[in-house]
Each structure stands twice: as structure tokens, then as C-alpha cells.
């Protein structure tokens, strides 16, 4: 029997409740195909500052040092608010895994179903088919891990610097990621920077431009600046297909992409590794996009989309097994046809809890 073998790490707010009934989902899917899960649980955010004293405690590191692929919910939540910055769970849990496994592509889709328009704050009539984009993020560099500085200056002046530093190599890698995701769609790439300002983007357009050419010349390479693409963003997300940019700016553009395909409870993410696991595949973490919703966590409400599209990508990148995550995805996406709603997406539709949701969602697989 085919064994996948994961660590699973809820985290806090609602992600131990959508885990649950992901880890449900991910059964129902792959034990027709003789498929077992073998997963360990860790505490990773604020649940293991709590527990262990750190929100990623080397216990968790270990378990999934021993996995194939991480299961991510999401951390962080008013408790821990009033710790240092640099000691709050989604900064000192996050930044580390994500510099630990060298998760390097940063894979955000931007997915809005026909049916779930209405979610969306554009007018219908500028998606009228929905949206489907994909952002590829650069994860492990740029300004989140350049040298950074606080100094009071000779005049009692206080200042503080972050550095951007972006290597070629870099940028060539995570354009390979880009470039495997256009391949696999309609062949439309956007790069994304800031070249009128920063020489890393002039960097970044250069190595673009060429590696594009050299490489991968049959699919069409835009490059676009980054406040421009914002405002595209929001006038018409469908001239995207695969947007490839740096940290920073990708972090930004995925939360405007998130709120334009209307809830985080949606949308799912992929970060893959340089590593291979064992299976020969991408070694990588896979986490809702949305954050732990403090609001509504504890009540058995919160949409397990995004967890559940989240482990359909884990088993696509991680497992090779893109079948059975395509019968992941048509299973939500019949679900939400239905008018199987939690309260997020549900617009005067009947709500019903996270549990119900992912058991609609078994039984359409
Ligand atoms: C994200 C988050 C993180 C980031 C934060 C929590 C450190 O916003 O995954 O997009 O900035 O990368
Ligand atoms: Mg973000």
C-alpha cells in the first residue's frame, strides 16, 4: 500500500478545526486508490509558544524534517499580539520554516468560481466567467531577509534600514516555477517590479527577459511595475495568467488577488523547495491563504476550503498524484454549485458549519 507521509501542523485560531475535516477530505480521496496517510501532528504559532516556549519549537521542526510535505493550517491570534514583532507566531514561526526548507515559490492561485461572482467587491460584469490566475511568489529573499538595522544616529536620531537583495540565480529559479505553471496553462507570463526605481527589478527584468528568451520562448513574457499591476488588479484580474514577482510585492498583489476572488476561505498556497522528498517530487508547504480568523474560531463555522484545496496541492506537488487532487477540486467547486455555502460565501444562502461543508464535499468525490 502506497504510504504519504506529512506533517500536519494545525496551528491556532480556526485552523485546528479546518485540519480536521481537511485530514477527512484527503482520507476519502485517496483510500479508493489504496492510498494511506501517514501524517504527525506538531504545534507550530502561538499554540507552541504556549506548549513549548517558541512558535516553532525544533520538536516540530524534526517532524517534518521526517515528512514529504507539510500540512499547514494558519498561527497567531490576539493572545500573542502584545509579544515583540520578531516573537509574534506568524513572523518567528512562518519566516523560519519557510528559510528552513528553503520554500522557495511561493504558488498563490487566484481562483474565483462562476458561481461565487457575487463574493467578489468587483462588478459581475467585469468577471463574468469568474477568475482564474495564479501568482508566483519569490519566498526566500528580497527585503524580508536582507540585512537589516536600527541605529541611533550622532544627532539622536533614530534610523532603520531593510535591505533588498535579490541574486540572478535566484530569480532564474523561481521563474522556472513560473515558467512550468504557464506551460501548464495558457502560456502568459507577467513579471512584476518596480525597474523604474529599484536596481534589484532592474535586475529582476534583465535576468527575465533573458532567461525567458533563452529558455522558454514560446510563451509570452510581459513585464509590468508593480503599482500598475495593482490597479490591474483591481480593473480586470483576467488579463493575468501567471504573475511572477519578489517577496514583498507578492505578498502585497496575493492579498489584493485574495479579496478580488472574493474570500480568504478560498484560497489555497503552495511553497515548494529546492529539496526533492522522497518520492522524487518537490518537498513543500501547503496553508490556506487566510489567517486564523480569532472572530469566529472555536464555533465550527469557518469555511475548510481553502485547507482542503491546500491538501489537493500537496498532493498534486508533493505526491505526484494529480488525479486524485483534480477530484478534490471538481468536488468543492460541484459543492459551492450546489449552493453548499459556509457563512463567508454564503449570501443569503443557507449556512451550514465546517463539518457539514467537508462532509458535501466527501460525498461529491
Ligand atoms: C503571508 C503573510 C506573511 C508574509 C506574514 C504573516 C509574515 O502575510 O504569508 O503572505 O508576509 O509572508
Ligand atoms: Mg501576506
Same mark, same amino acid.
Given at each position: 500500500?502506497? /504510504? ?48 513549548? &516556549? ?7 521542526? =524534526? ?12 498561527? &497567531? ?18 519566516? +523560519?520554516?519557510? =528559510?528552513?526548507?528553503?520554500?522557495? !515559490? ?20 467585469? *468577471?463574468?466567467?469568474?477568475?482564474? *490566475? ?7 529573499? &528580497? ?35 513560473? *515558467? ?33 528568451? !533563452? ?12 503599482? @500598475?499591476?495593482?490597479?490591474? /488588479?483591481?480593473?480586470? +484580474? ?18 489584493? /488577488? ?7 476561505? /478560498? ?8 529539496? @526533492?522528498?522522497?518520492? &522524487? ?22 469555511? +475548510? ?27 468543492? =467547486? ?32
Amino acid at each position: 500500500m502506497q /504510504m504519504l507521509k506529512f506533517a500536519v501542523l494545525p496551528g491556532d485560531g480556526i485552523g485546528p478545526e479546518v485540519m480536521d475535516v481537511a485530514l477527512d477530505v484527503l482520507k476519502a480521496a485517496t483510500e479508493p486508490a489504496g492510498i494511506a496517510l501517514d501524517f504527525q501532528s506538531a504545534d507550530v504559532g502561538g499554540i507552541a509558544i504556549d506548549n513549548h &516556549g517558541a512558535a516553532l519549537p525544533e520538536s516540530t521542526i =524534526k517532524v517534518c524534517e521526517d515528512a514529504d510535505a507539510i500540512l499547514f493550517g494558519s498561527v &497567531g491570534g490576539p493572545k500573542w499580539e502584545s509579544l515583540p514583532p520578531a516573537e509574534q507566531p506568524e513572523r518567528a514561526a512562518l519566516l +523560519p520554516i519557510r =528559510k528552513h526548507f528553503s520554500l522557495f !515559490a511561493n504558488l498563490r492561485p487566484g481562483l474565483l468560481f462562476k458561481e461565487l461572482t457575487d463574493a467578489s467587491p468587483l462588478k459581475t460584469e467585469r *468577471i463574468p466567467d469568474g477568475i482564474d *490566475i495564479v501568482c508566483v511568489r519569490e519566498l526566500t529573499g &528580497g527585503i524580508y531577509f536582507g540585512p537589516k538595522d536600527t541605529q541611533t544616529l550622532d544627532d539622536g536620531d533614530v534610523q532603520a534600514s531593510d535591505t533588498m537583495v535579490y541574486k540572478r540565480s535566484e530569480i532564474e529559479r523561481i521563474l522556472d516555477v513560473a *515558467i512550468a505553471s504557464a506551460r501548464s496553462r495558457s502560456g502568459k507570463i507577467c513579471s512584476v517590479d518596480k525597474a523604474n526605481v529599484l536596481t534589484t527589478s532592474v535586475l529582476w527584468r534583465k535576468t527575465a527577459t533573458e532567461y525567458l528568451a !533563452a529558455n522558454a520562448p514560446e510563451l509570452e513574457l510581459s513585464h509590468m511595475y508593480v503599482d @500598475n499591476a495593482a490597479m490591474q /488588479m483591481a480593473r480586470d +484580474p483576467n488579463q493575468f495568467d501567471v504573475l511572477v514577482t519578489e517577496n514583498m510585492f507578492g505578498d502585497i498583489l496575493s492579498d489584493e /488577488m485574495g479579496i478580488v476572488c472574493g474570500s480568504l476561505g /478560498m484560497l489555497s498556497s503552495a511553497s515548494l523547495g529546492t529539496q @526533492n522528498n522522497s518520492h &522524487g517530487h518537490p518537498f513543500g508547504l501547503y496553508e490556506p491563504s487566510g489567517g486564523t480568523a480569532p472572530d469566529i474560531a472555536g464555533q465550527g463555522i469557518a469555511n +475548510p476550503c481553502a485547507q482542503i484545496l491546500s491538501a489537493a496541492l500537496m498532493l498534486r506537488y508533493s505526491f505526484g498524484l494529480n488525479e486524485i487532487a483534480e477530484t478534490i477540486e471538481a468536488a468543492v =467547486k460541484q459543492t459551492v454549485k450546489d449552493d453548499i455555502r459556509t457563512g463567508d460565501i454564503a449570501f443569503g444562502k443557507p449556512a451550514i458549519g465546517t463539518q457539514a461543508m467537508a462532509q458535501a464535499i466527501i460525498e461529491r468525490l
